[in-house]
């Protein structure tokens, strides 16, 4: 045998060779089945993750939302607070400025709120009693001929419906408290915190990216930089969309003759500042008033001076103002507005879009390495830290 030529490779005992082996366990399984099985198991243990962290958050709910709004607050007074800086004004001035002058503000808007309300509730009352009335024979003898015991019911449902969503929004998982201690617990340690961004920002920015290794230094603070001038943009916008929303239904609720114009402003003012749910709960409101004291023409003109300027807003303002600084769907801010009311409610709701675009703006640096491929610069900023960000430097 020895005398033979070798058998020849691709040979028909080759082909039955390789087929009696035991196939691999590679390529048993289906290459489709083994990337969608390593998809899976990924994203298990990123939703583990997410809900170990959701969960955290709710445990501390009484220092997490104080910081988040410490945080909002301190992105609001961002270009009023840089521009006292930029001018060599004292720093502790600036704080004591831009805290006093936004306490001044949202005590002001509150009171006049309050004195409108006591001033005008007795015949806002009595009116919309009548009105009620009204209505209720209206259905009974108009083309409905709906009787006294389908209306009652018909009600009965309606408050039902809005008691339980009002209890889902209030006993929301990050609820500031259900106290008054809770509540002036948390208004002192966002104060607390307040002072402290406004004061040391750059130390605590330095201190936070010490916590990193040192090769990701570089990255985590483009990033964090990225992110806060999202957050600020995002602030900034909402701020003025807010006060051309409040002047512009306020003043058309005032000049139709409907009550508690300034309450119904002070109310869209703070409802603006959730996006899309926030323009439409208050809007209603407004009609509703209206309508309940002034009668259904009036109601159907501040629908249209309501309509008028959020139109305005959506489609003039808010891609004016905002730009593509914060690159964040319609739809996925409705959808992140309504699972941050679910999971959190009112407070959930107000933060769900300015965490969403944290997270989409520093996502989008550190997966296309902006830090290191000469990528849009990251403004320069008072509050934050000075970081070195040559390559090949850190902290």
């Known amino acids: 045998m020895s005398g033979l030529d070798p058998e020849p490779r691709g040979s028909f005992f080759d082909a039955l060779r390789r087929r009696t082996i035991a196939p691999d366990e590679n390529t048993a399984v289906p290459r489709a089945l083994r990337v969608l099985t390593s998809y899976a198991w990924r994203f298990l243990v990123l939703a583990a993750a997410v809900g170990v962290a959701i969960w955290v958050v709710i445990q501390l709910k009484l220092l997490v939302i104080p910081l988040l709004i410490a945080i909002l607050v301190a992105a609001l007074l ?38 409108q309300i006591t001033r005008e509730w007795a015949e806002v009352r009595e009116r919309t009693v009548g009105s009620v009335a009204a209505l209720r024979q209206y259905l009974i003898d108009g083309p409905l001929h709906l009787t006294a015991g389908q209306i009652d019911d018909g009600l009965a449902q ?20 259900s106290t008054v201690g809770h509540v002036v617990t948390g208004l002192l340690l ?3 915190i307040l002072l402290c961004i406004l004061a040391d920002g750059a130390g605590i920015w330095r201190w936070i990216t010490r916590l990193f290794p040192r090769r990701a230094r570089v990255a985590v ?14 602030a900034r916008t909402q701020l003025l969309v807010a006060t051309i929303d409040a002047v512009g239904i306020g003043l058309g609720a005032f000049l ?7 309450p119904i402003g002070v109310l869209v003012f703070l409802g603006a500042f959730i996006p899309f749910v926030g323009a439409v709960v208050t809007g209603a409101v407004a009609v509703f008033i209206a309508l309940v ?23 003039v ?7 593509s600084a914060v690159k964040v769907h319609p739809l996925a801010v409705v959808l992140v507005v309504a699972g941050g009311a679910m999971v959190g409610g009112i407070a959930g709701a107000l933060f769900a879009v300015p965490l969403a675009a944290f997270v989409n703006v520093v996502a989008v640096y550190l997966s296309r390495r902006s830090w290191d491929t000469g990528g849009p610069p990251v403004p320069a900023d008072l ?13």
């Open 293 to 315: 004291y002034n009668g259904p023409w009036i109601a159907l003109w501040m629908l249209v001076v309501v309509l008028g300027v959020q139109q305005l807003e959506s489609h």
């Open 78 to 115: 961002h270009p009023a607070f840089t521009w006292m800086l930029r001018h060599r004004w004292p720093r502790w001035l600036a704080i004591v400025l831009s805290v006093l002058g936004t306490i001044a503000i949202v005590t002001g808007l509150l009171w006049l709120a309050v004195w």
């Open 221 to 234: 603070d483009g990033a964090g930089r990225a992110g806060w001038a999202t957050v600020v943009t995002y």
């Open 158 to 177: 309606a408050f039902d419906f809005l008691r339980q969503q009002a209890e889902l929004l209030w006993s929301g998982a990050l609820a500031v408290g």
């Open 317 to 323: 303002l808010q891609p004016i103002l905002m730009g």
């Open 383 to 395: 509050i934050w830290s000075t970081v070195p960000r040559r390559r090949g430097r850190t902290v």
């Open 190 to 192: 966002t104060l607390f």
């Open 256 to 262: 139709l003759g409907v009550p508690l114009a300034i």
